[in-house]
């Protein structure tokens, strides 16, 4: 008699066997019970685990989610514009408020480029009309501060991103020179954010809001302005059509346009990597955990076969023995639910407040929850119903089933290993469902960690190969006051500067005028700048250019096409020869020769790229370059931007590993249990404890083994493809997927066994040491 029915006699010595069909619900609770308090380690870590799972799904949907990103929060708050119209003059509202779709308009508003002189350094700003009161479309979030004030005429409110990169705060000094020349002091009155302009530096130039009287001191000169719309749609499934609609209406006084789309894909690049990275593992990791809690519960299950059968014998039917089995194997993974739960809630509200605004809705929320108890549900129910079919025996024999040799035995002996690892090789694959269980429990997770190792290994290719995601150039150089040549002479001088490229960039309307795009034009058709080609040819005569994988979705082409854009005002036709790693604008990107532009947008350069040599310090460089008068910019790796994904790596590493280890443990459990009686045999026979131990680390090491190995190989096949899938998918393009080292995986594939066979020592010492009369009772 196991000790569970034990207890529930104990507690009830008269008249419990006739009660036990008409309350049995009061004796499952107590079998439930006794037999959490007897495996509380093996019942923490199954909870720990299905924790771990649903906080990296929780995380992974808040990230990805729509409503979680910065964008919509700021957007919705502030009633913001869908589109923004850039034109000359400005245009006829009553026209554009006629558009169909349109429920709202913003301005019009002038705009000014400026300049702002900022420790030794000058920025490019954009100078934005606005009115004393907060306007009720297209509204900035005051978040420090206060507005604008007719009375303090030289307050300026700037956008939030920009004044924390530039360092600045309310009362801070705003020095701004027009394109005049004239320099005027302004002061900052408040820091706010905006859902109508993405992040800076990802979205430049730095945005400020400004009276019109000062918009007017700074820049007198209309011809030099422009104007700005905003336009907010009942629908914002109509953006195309409407921004179709008023280029067609205002015809060529329009400039260039900007979506709703834009800025929020600018806002979130680095949270939609992170957050697809974050739910590849946590859906990975969902089904290591559902095949350790079927491990656990059919290992659990397995032990308390003569209880069930004595169990069966006193009345217990098989709905009865699957529903208690369900209900105590369930709970534990429900219990990791709920905890998981809070967990994620915490992480995303508290640990993650600097990105996420808007916490996960109730509907993701649910669905992850549901989804996770369903299989659990499932991964516990299979055991369950093979203990119900339990014949109601109460001397049921717990002894595993025979057979033959294994074919690994075998080879044991032909080689003539030791007695010890024969056993071990025998023992393995006695059962084989567990051990095919147990060897995916393993593989999964090691799998996904040679992913993540695989991820690191991009990351570290970035670092160390700027050049492969376009950075050949560290440096770029903007002339200021000084004259494009008088700046590239300056640059040239220094002695770690090999290169200079010159360089535009300019925003051009795709062919159906609905949106602008990037375009970049540095280097000479001839002299091109080393751009990172991955398919096709880098462009060698005037009209050739090379795009990012963004831009090609977007436009439908592919390389040898022929694409006309409108840079300007000027028609621009070029043929697409190439395809580039492109990090910024999510690949939306055309590049080409400086000498393809019109000369009124090639001349004069707006910058200079600097390619340095190799081993030069570009922040020493820099620091040269500005004390020359030179206004410099130091290129910001994707890696830096991403370096929040080595943690998640690590974190994520962590609770795999944790399922991992769950897992062992339940297959060393299983196994000591089944060969209980071998073990007080060979003990008797004259085994050693070391030989006894050296036994059942065997028969767990091989699984384990087999599971890494098999995990790694699939891992480190799969890591490049699954990386270039998400760069194709991002925009960035295919061919930034770097496998891992075969140096690192060979590290954590034996750190993976070497830390298995540590922990399957526990249960093996414990066996080794127990004397035989008790081992064989």
Known sequence: MGPRVAELLHDHPQGWVMRVI??????????????????RGQALLTIVAVAGIVTALITAATLLEDGTNPWRGLFERGRGAHVWIHTKGVPDVAALRGLGGVTDIAGPYRSAPATLAERGRKV??????????????????????????????????????FARALGLRPGSPFPVTGLNGATHTLVVAGLAESGDQGFYPEWTPGLAWTLAPTLTMVEPAPGRTETVTGLRLADAAYTDIV??????????????????REVRASMELDN?????????????????????????????????????????????????????????????????????????????????????????????????AAGTALVVLVAVWLP?????????????????????????????????????????????????????????????????????????????????????????????????????????????????????????????????QTRTVRTRALGLSGDPYPFPVVEGRMFRDRGEAVAGQGLLDLLGVRIGDRVRMTIGGTPLIVKIVGRVIEPEQDGEVLSFGIDSLAAKDATPPQFYSLVLRPGADPGEVRRRLESRSLEVDQAVNPADRLAVIRLIIVALVAVLALIGLANLLTA???????????????????????????????????????????????????????????????????????????????????????ASLLVALIPARRAARAQVPVTAR
Request: some cysteine.
């Open 124 to 161: 490019p700003i954009a100078l934005q009309e606005s009115t004393a009161e907060l306007p009720p479309v297209a509204r900035p979030l005051l978040r420090e501060g206060r507005w604008l004030d007719a009375g303090n005429p030289e307050g300026v409110v700037v956008e939030q991103s």
């Open 384 to 512: 369950a119903w093979r203990g119900g079919v339990t014949p109601p025996i109460p001397a049921a024999p717990a002894s595993p089933p025979g057979g033959r040799l294994s074919r690994l035995a075998r080879l044991a002996l032909l080689v003539r290993l030791p007695p010890a690892l024969v056993l071990g090789a025998r023992d393995a694959f006695t059962r084989p469902a567990t051990a095919a269980l147990t060897v995916a429990g393993v593989a999964v997770p090691m799998m996904m960690i040679t992913i993540g190792l695989g991820c690191w290994a991009t990351l570290d290719d970035f670092i160390r190969h700027p050049e492969q995601v376009g950075q050949a150039a560290a440096l770029s150089v903007r002339p200021g006051d000084l004259t494009a040549q008088e700046a590239l002479g300056r640059a040239m001088a220094d002695p770690d500067v090999v290169t200079a490229y010159p360089g535009v960039e300019l925003d051009a309307l795709v062919p159906w």
């Open 22 to 39: 008409g309350g049995s619900g009061r004796a499952e609770v107590r079998w439930i019970r006794a037999d959490l308090r007897a495996r």
């Open 243 to 260: 921004v179709q609609q008023a280029v067609i209406t205002l015809r060529n006084q329009v400039q260039r346009v900007s979506t709703w």
């Open 668 to 754: 060393s459990a299983l196994g000591l249990r089944d060969h209980l009686l071998d073990l007080a045999v060979l003990k008797a026979m004259g085994l050693t404890p070391r030989q006894v131990m050296a036994t059942l680390v065997t028969g767990t090491g091989l699984l384990v083994t087999a599971g890494a190995v098999l995990g790694g190989a699939a891992g480190a096949s799969l890591s490049k493809g699954v990386i270039d899938l998400e760069g194709r998918s991002s925009g960035v393009g295919a061919g930034i997927g770097r496998a891992p080292t075969p140096g690192m995986l060979a590290a954590a594939v034996l750190v993976a066994i070497g």
């Open 272 to 368: 939609r990597l992170l957050g697809l990275l974050l739910a590849l593992f946590g859906l990975a990791g969902l089904v290591a955990a559902a095949l350790a809690l079927a491990n656990a519960a059919g290992g659990r299950i397995l032990t308390q076969l003569r209880d069930i059968a004595t169990l069966k014998s006193l009345g217990f039917t098989r709905g009865q023995v699957i529903r208690m089995l369900v209900a105590e194997h369930g709970t534990l993974g429900l219990a990791g639910i709920a905890l998981g739960l809070v967990a994620g809630r915490l992480i995303t509200t508290y640990a993650l407040s600097g990105t996420v605004v808007v916490p996960l809705s109730p509907g993701p929320t649910l669905a992850i």
